[in-house]
């Protein structure tokens, strides 16, 4: 198969901006000390992205306190020789426009921060500072492990946490992988506190040395100046020695071909098919584990997932995940389970067997590899805004196990099939090979795991189970991907034309409006059109919503065998309903999207499932509705939120309710009223002529004969000022929680302006006071939260240790002290000025981005397009003393409405007016004001 050339690229070189990273110019340097750095310059954004990947993670734990590389990470940020203030590095980063964090994982600790680029040569020494000389000052020590432990505390409810960690105790103890990565404090503190300070100091003295170490900076500056600034920064990193990195097997022979039957919490059927490797993801020519999951894990019709759906036994399956170290790795098939593919988990197991077996006797069609390498490189080639600091941390790492000339190739190798090493990855692939979990309620389970009090039990597959599988039935349904139809050879560019670089209506009727824009900014072959659907039959109550969520879930689960093709083949599509009706959003490749917009525009006209799909469908949504009411506390208090503020958005529990009553008859008498009656309005951006827009929007309106409503609004609530709304949402979940939300008295640039201002003032200190200081809790901060574009602030923590009254009072006192003393900022002003201004001025990453920028714009009907330009300019010409008054007002409640959202977990309720106490909310949502829409 041939592999298209580039796109040919207009002579305007001075506006294009590339959409992927350049791995072949990068720098390589070694530093004297040993020190690996690899610096990439990217003009995809004005910022550098910075990550140090150290060789210490919780592998290297020593047996006596497992969790002290976690700890050790924790305690780097409390201060360095040249900083010693606590956290002072993350106050130097927040005001160069950027943030900071580290993670530790198995074999790495890394730590990364993103900030504007002309700030680097200030950073990079400070970040040194900190990696090199950090003063784990054991007055700090005894905080960081409260903080610790009340990050392990909020995960004993988490269901991945406690998969993770029965994973653990069922892997070889003599792999440091079995070790608890974690920590908690019963941990630590069984060690005397001089042990505990001296085994912190001689980790980091052992492991985070230069040749321990590996630096990857993405940045828009000059790399010879970026080198010289690292070079100054590092070279005086102790050399020391590479850390120790050969282990055992990670599973021994009695933990394969085993099942592990798991009780989760939440209403969950999952069964994980786990195959143990050696570290074949490490072949970056080959890559034959990518090949294996695209065909194992294809959605389309014939695939393992279109069968087994066929046959009702799961709804969903991901294969390729799985953890991995430098020699081993795990592949998982997980399959989200029916009742019934719980039933049938033996079928389940041997149509996977039975569609390995095609794989393995189809290991010679080139072709379907070289098909796979074609949707690589144009993966590649056209890469949609790339996570520039998630793509640091990676590549940090393989500085590690692969040569320069090797990592400069990652992004080019296109096609390098080799029969040999797919066989190879392939003959793994066995009954005997394979680690079973199957997590449901009510398993039978013989053991509790430590630390998460997980029950579950482990037992060998019986020689009958596995004479089954090595010996799979053939099922004719089952049949590997056929050549892709959707795969384009011919990516040309549509010539931009001056009248329609910003949106203009094609159609705008009292029924239909139709917006088009062309790109002249990233000049990729690509596009976003969206159809949004206004209909008052699926907003009239709970019944209706629940009707509509049934029929959308239904539809996609329909179109997914169709359309998968199209999916892998870079056309996306995604229809989600939002709080007046639903909406078609596809993106991708410009070529053939539009028919394939019509194509879906025509099922979902035309699509009403029968009644089996409408079962399992309602169960599905069931299940999902029950899983969110288990969510922790903060994420209910904030989903709460959503559904106070905006008139049309339901809370989970009362859509359960409405769901479980929703009847085959119901749904679809309702959908079909929608599809009758309804407001279109639609949006094409992108790599399209105005004929070609004109020619879609055509046929869109002459295929939308239901096209006779009026186009609804998203109301937003006006709570009442000066004293705050309370509302308590039940969680089954220990820990306390309070959300505090302050709602701007109206969408004004000004009001927009200030409380994007006031937000920014007061993230820092608010969680070094109240997390740092105080620890009140792990899950401590704010957040500007606008809702339908109406402004707001949330102020929010989540404690296992204090009951939700204590909560709110420190969270009040905090903002009346600051905000009655607000002249303490003045300082800090002109740097977050200075910083907003710079959010407010950065240019969209991606055509996708720009896409979804201008259909927000139209959706809160600013169609100038310049709201962030207005914000800045009043944000510019903003004196401190607007600020002060501003924040006298609000210290006086006599500006922002106010909402404490709580849960009380296992504390006390708050005392509160029955009057200040909302309860009811329909009747509220009936009852209350809403600010006037624009």
């Given at each position: 198969?041939?592999?298209?050339?580039?796109?040919?690229?207009?002579?305007?070189?001075?506006?294009?901006?590339?959409?992927?990273?350049?791995?072949?110019?990068?720098?390589?340097?070694?530093?004297?000390?040993?020190?690996?750095?690899?610096i990439?310059?990217?003009?995809?954004?004005?910022?550098?992205?910075?990550?140090?990947?150290?060789?210490?993670?919780?592998?290297?734990?020593?047996?006596?306190?497992?969790?002290?590389?976690?700890?050790?990470?924790?305690?780097?940020?409390?201060?360095?020789?040249?900083?010693?203030?606590?956290?002072?590095?993350?106050?130097?980063?927040?005001?160069?426009?950027?943030?900071?964090?580290?993670?530790?994982?198995?074999?790495?600790?890394?730590?990364?921060f993103?900030?504007?680029?002309?700030?680097?040569?200030?950073?990079?020494?400070?970040?040194?500072?900190?990696?090199?000389?950090?003063?784990?000052?054991?007055?700090?020590?005894?905080?960081?492990?409260?903080?610790?432990?009340?990050?392990?505390?909020?995960?004993?409810?988490?269901?991945?946490?406690?998969?993770?960690q029965?994973?653990?105790?069922?892997?070889?103890?003599?792999?440091?992988?079995?070790?608890?990565?974690?920590?908690?404090a019963?941990?630590?503190r069984?060690?005397?506190?001089?042990?505990?300070?001296?085994?912190?100091?001689?980790?980091?003295?052992?492991?985070?040395?230069?040749?321990?170490?590996?630096?990857?900076?993405?940045?828009?500056?000059?790399?010879?100046?970026?080198?010289?600034?690292?070079?100054?920064?590092?070279?005086?990193?102790?050399?020391?020695?590479?850390?120790?990195?050969?282990?055992?097997?990670?599973?021994?022979?009695?933990?394969?071909?085993?099942?592990?039957?798991?009780?989760?919490?939440?209403?969950?059927?999952?069964?994980?098919?786990?195959?143990?490797?050696?570290?074949?993801?490490?072949?970056?020519?080959?890559?034959?584990?990518?090949?294996?999951?695209?065909?194992?894990?294809?959605?389309?019709?014939?695939?393992?997932?279109?069968y087994?759906?066929?046959?009702?036994?799961?709804?969903?399956?991901?294969?390729?995940?799985?953890?991995?170290?430098?020699?081993?790795?795990?592949?998982?098939?997980?399959?989200?389970?029916?009742?019934?593919?719980?039933?049938?988990?033996?079928?389940?197991?041997?149509?996977?067997?039975?569609?390995?077996?095609?794989?393995?006797?189809?290991?010679?069609?080139?072709?379907?590899?070289?098909?796979?390498?074609?949707?690589?490189?144009?993966?590649?080639?056209?890469?949609?805004?790339?996570?520039?600091?998630?793509?640091?941390?990676?590549?940090?790492?393989?500085?590690?196990?692969?040569?320069?000339?090797?990592?400069?190739?990652?992004?080019?190798?296109?096609?390098?099939?080799?029969?040999?090493?797919?066989?190879?990855?392939?003959?793994?692939?066995?009954?005997?090979?394979?680690?079973i979990?199957?997590?449901?309620?009510?398993?039978?389970?013989?053991?509790?795991?430590?630390?998460?009090?997980?029950?579950?039990?482990?037992?060998?597959?019986?020689?009958?189970?596995?004479?089954?599988?090595?010996?799979?039935?053939?099922?004719?349904?089952?049949?590997?991907?056929?050549?892709?139809p959707?795969?384009?050879?011919?990516?040309?560019?549509?010539l931009?034309?001056?009248?329609?670089?910003?949106?203009?209506?094609?159609?705008?009727?009292?029924?239909?409006?139709?917006?088009?824009?062309q790109?002249?900014?990233?000049?990729?072959?690509?596009g976003?059109?969206?159809?949004?659907?206004?209909?008052?039959?699926?907003?009239d109550?709970?019944?209706?919503?629940?009707?509509?969520?049934?029929?959308?879930?239904?539809?996609?689960?329909?179109l997914?065998?169709?359309?998968?093709?199209?999916?892998?083949?870079?056309?996306?599509?995604?229809?989600?309903?939002?709080?007046?009706?639903?909406?078609?959003?596809?993106?991708?490749?410009?070529?053939?999207?539009?028919?394939?917009?019509?194509?879906?525009?025509?099922?979902?006209?035309?699509?009403?499932?029968?009644?089996?799909?409408?079962?399992?469908v309602?169960?599905?949504?069931?299940q999902?509705?029950?899983?969110?009411?288990?969510?922790?506390?903060?994420?209910?208090?904030f989903?709460?939120?959503?559904?106070?503020?905006?008139?049309?958005?339901?809370?989970?529990?009362?859509?359960?309710?409405?769901?479980?009553?929703?009847?085959?008859?119901?749904?679809?008498?309702?959908?079909?009223a929608?599809?009758?009656?309804?407001?279109?309005?639609?949006?094409?951006?992108?790599?399209?002529?105005?004929?070609?827009?004109?020619?879609?929007?055509?046929?869109?309106?002459?295929?939308?004969?239901?096209?006779?409503?009026?186009?609804?609004?998203?109301?937003?609530?006006?709570?009442?000022?000066?004293?705050?709304?309370?509302?308590?949402?039940?969680?089954?979940?220990?820990?306390?929680?309070?959300?505090?939300?302050?709602?701007?008295?109206?969408?004004?640039?000004?009001?927009?302006?200030?409380?994007?201002?006031?937000?920014?003032?007061?993230?820092?200190?608010?969680?070094?006071?109240?997390?740092?200081?105080?620890?009140?809790?792990?899950?401590v901060?704010?957040?500007?939260?606008?809702?339908?574009?109406?402004?707001?602030?949330?102020?929010?923590?989540?404690?296992?240790?204090?009951?939700?009254?204590?909560?709110l009072?420190?969270?009040?006192?905090?903002?009346?002290?600051?905000?009655?003393?607000?002249?303490?900022?003045?300082?800090?002003?002109?740097?977050?000025?200075?910083?907003?201004l710079?959010?407010?001025?950065?240019?969209?990453?991606?055509?996708?981005?720009?896409?979804?920028?201008?259909?927000?714009?139209?959706?809160?009907?600013?169609?100038?397009?310049?709201?962030?330009?207005?914000?800045?300019?009043?944000?510019?010409?903003?004196?401190?003393?607007?600020?002060?008054?501003?924040?006298?007002?609000?210290?006086?409640?006599?500006?922002?409405?106010?909402?404490?959202?709580?849960?009380?977990?296992?504390?006390?309720?708050?005392?509160?007016?029955?009057?200040?106490?909302?309860?009811?909310?329909?009747?509220f949502?009936?009852?209350?004001?809403?600010?006037?829409?624009?």
């Amino acid at each position: 198969m041939e592999i298209p050339e580039k796109c040919s690229k207009t002579d305007k070189k001075e506006s294009i901006l590339t959409t992927s990273i350049n791995l072949e110019q990068a720098q390589f340097v070694t530093l004297e000390n040993g020190l690996r750095i690899l610096i990439c310059e990217q003009n995809l954004t004005p910022s550098t992205f910075v990550s140090m990947s150290v060789k210490a993670g919780h592998f290297y734990d020593p047996d006596c306190c497992h969790g002290l590389s976690h700890l050790l990470e924790h305690m780097m940020f409390l201060g360095s020789r040249h900083l010693p203030k606590p956290n002072s590095i993350n106050d130097m980063v927040e005001k160069a426009g950027g943030n900071i964090n580290a993670w530790t994982g198995t074999e790495f600790a890394n730590y990364h921060f993103s900030c504007h680029s002309e700030q680097l040569d200030k950073l990079l020494p400070a970040f040194s500072d900190m990696l090199r000389l950090p003063l784990l000052d054991k007055a700090t020590l005894n905080k960081e492990i409260n903080a610790i432990d009340a990050e392990f505390q909020f995960k004993r409810k988490d269901d991945l946490r406690r998969l993770y960690q029965i994973h653990k105790e069922t892997a070889n103890p003599a792999h440091p992988f079995s070790k608890f990565s974690v920590g908690n404090a019963s941990i630590f503190r069984a060690l005397p506190e001089n042990e505990l300070h001296q085994q912190l100091h001689a980790f980091h003295s052992q492991y985070y040395v230069a040749k321990n170490m590996a630096l990857t900076v993405f940045t828009s500056e000059k790399a010879d100046r970026v080198k010289n600034i690292i070079t100054h920064s590092f070279s005086a990193i102790k050399a020391g020695d590479s850390a120790a990195e050969s282990w055992p097997a990670l599973y021994t022979d009695d933990q394969l071909a085993v099942e592990i039957n798991i009780e989760p919490l939440q209403s969950a059927r999952r069964m994980i098919v786990t195959f143990a490797l050696p570290g074949l993801h490490h072949d970056f020519r080959t890559k034959p584990l990518n090949y294996l999951s695209h065909l194992l894990g294809d959605e389309g019709e014939g695939s393992l997932l279109a069968y087994l759906k066929s046959k009702n036994w799961v709804t969903n399956l991901i294969a390729g995940s799985g953890i991995e170290g430098k020699d081993f790795k795990d592949f998982n098939v997980s399959f989200q389970l029916t009742r019934s593919g719980l039933e049938n988990k033996q079928h389940l197991l041997e149509a996977l067997f039975s569609y390995i077996r095609l794989i393995q006797n189809s290991v010679d069609e080139k072709w379907r590899y070289q098909e796979k390498a074609h949707l690589g490189a144009l993966a590649h080639e056209f890469e949609d805004n790339p996570k520039l600091q998630a793509m640091a941390c990676e590549y940090a790492q393989h500085l590690f196990y692969y040569k320069e000339e090797d990592i400069r190739q990652f992004k080019i190798i296109i096609d390098n099939f080799d029969k040999t090493k797919i066989a190879e990855a392939l003959s793994y692939f066995t009954p005997n090979n394979i680690r079973i979990k199957l997590i449901a309620q009510g398993l039978p389970t013989d053991t509790t795991c430590q630390h998460y009090d997980a029950r579950y039990q482990l037992r060998p597959l019986s020689p009958s189970v596995l004479e089954a599988l090595c010996h799979p039935p053939t099922i004719n349904a089952l049949t590997l991907p056929p050549p892709n139809p959707y795969l384009g050879m011919d990516y040309h560019l549509a010539l931009p034309e001056t009248d329609y670089l910003s949106p203009k209506t094609l159609i705008d009727s009292p029924h239909m409006k139709f917006w088009f824009a062309q790109d002249d900014v990233f000049h990729n072959p690509k596009g976003d059109i969206y159809v949004s659907f206004d209909t008052q039959a699926l907003t009239d109550d709970l019944h209706a919503v629940a009707a509509k969520r049934i029929w959308l879930s239904a539809l996609n689960d329909f179109l997914q065998a169709k359309y998968y093709r199209a999916e892998i083949a870079g056309l996306h599509y995604r229809i989600y309903g939002h709080q007046a009706g639903f909406t078609l959003h596809t993106r991708g490749f410009s070529n053939n999207q539009s028919k394939l917009a019509l194509q879906l525009l025509e099922t979902i006209h035309e699509f009403m499932p029968d009644q089996q799909q409408f079962e399992r469908v309602k169960a599905m949504q069931i299940q999902s509705l029950q899983n969110a009411l288990m969510n922790k506390p903060t994420n209910r208090l904030f989903s709460r939120l959503s559904v106070i503020v905006q008139r049309n958005t339901q809370a989970p529990i009362e859509l359960l309710k409405a769901v479980e009553a929703c009847t085959y008859k119901s749904m679809t008498s309702t959908c079909l009223a929608a599809l009758k009656h309804y407001y279109v309005e639609s949006f094409m951006h992108g790599n399209w002529s105005k004929d070609e827009a004109c020619q879609f929007a055509n046929q869109l309106a002459e295929n939308s004969i239901g096209a006779t409503g009026k186009a609804l609004t998203r109301s937003v609530s006006q709570l009442p000022v000066g004293e705050a709304l309370y509302h308590e949402v039940p969680c089954d979940h220990p820990d306390a929680a309070v959300v505090l939300y302050l709602q701007a008295p109206s969408n004004s640039i000004k009001d927009t302006a200030m409380c994007m201002v006031l937000e920014q003032m007061l993230a820092a200190p608010f969680f070094n006071v109240l997390r740092t200081e105080k620890q009140l809790g792990y899950v401590v901060g704010t957040g500007y939260v606008p809702h339908n574009q109406h402004p707001g602030m949330a102020f929010y923590i989540q404690s296992p240790t204090h009951a939700p009254d204590v909560l709110l009072k420190e969270m009040t006192t905090f903002l009346f002290e600051q905000l009655n003393e607000i002249d303490f900022y003045q300082f800090y002003w002109s740097t977050i000025q200075k910083n907003l201004l710079k959010q407010l001025e950065e240019r969209d990453l991606s055509l996708s981005m720009k896409s979804q920028r201008l259909w927000g714009g139209l959706g809160s009907q600013e169609t100038q397009f310049d709201r962030n330009q207005k914000l800045a300019s009043e944000i510019n010409q903003t004196s401190f003393t607007d600020i002060q008054h501003y924040a006298n007002a609000l210290a006086k409640r006599t500006l922002f409405g106010e909402l404490v959202l709580y849960a009380s977990g296992g504390f006390s309720s708050m005392s509160v007016p029955a009057e200040r106490s909302l309860t009811n909310l329909a009747m509220f949502k009936k009852n209350t004001p809403y600010f006037p829409i624009p």
